[in-house]
């Protein structure tokens, strides 16, 4: 499963076990600190060992990976992006990744402002003058390359960290 090289994703939503049988007393929920330990060591380490830019590379990487993914497994709605978006918006509320509202939206043209609010990577965080929300970049590019199998490039614009409330993403087409 993790052990074999590779070039192309070989994730499956499988990989994620079941839960309920492999944790009968502790359940599905866990603490938030725990997720962001573990991304913003992961993070700290690939700074380390490479660089700040090849970091947010593979974190957006992933996350488009993740949209995708989530996308295949927990997405009825696939045609009517009305539909689509509330059904997204429950799904990120119930999973507690984040409250998602949609500002603005052009489907010709594949632009949206989208915004997330007590978005699950960085509500809280000190202000530090950076957007640091790159995995949900990617995450939201995947979501919606699976919706439209249009390719976007998704921006993160405000952010809690840069002293924002909402963290705010705009999506363009792909060059
Ligand atoms: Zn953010």
Redesign the pocket.
């Known amino acids: 499963m993790f052990k074999e090289a590779r070039t192309d994703a070989m994730f499956t939503w499988g990989m994620i076990g079941d839960i309920t049988e492999g944790r009968p007393n502790l359940g599905s929920s866990m603490d938030v600190t725990v997720y962001r330990l573990m991304q913003f060591t992961l993070r700290d380490v690939i700074i380390q060992e490479f660089d700040p830019a090849t970091a947010d590379r593979l974190f957006y990487r992933a996350g488009e990976l993740a949209g995708r993914e989530l996308f295949r497994a927990a997405i009825t709605q696939k045609t009517n992006f009305g539909a689509f978006v509330q059904e997204l918006e429950d799904l990120l509320s119930t999973l507690k990744i984040g409250i998602l509202r949609v500002e603005k939206s052009d489907l010709e043209k594949m632009e949206f402002t989208l915004t997330v609010a007590e978005?699950l990577?960085?509500s809280g965080l000190p202000v530090c003058d950076e957007?640091?929300?790159t995995y949900?970049e990617g995450f939201i590019s995947g979501l919606l390359l699976e919706f439209s199998g249009k390719r976007v490039v998704v921006k993160?614009v405000d952010?809690?960290?840069s002293g924002d409330r909402v963290?705010r993403f705009e999506v363009r087409p792909a060059a």
């Open positions: 978005d990577d960085c957007t640091i929300c949900d993160e952010c809690w960290c963290c």
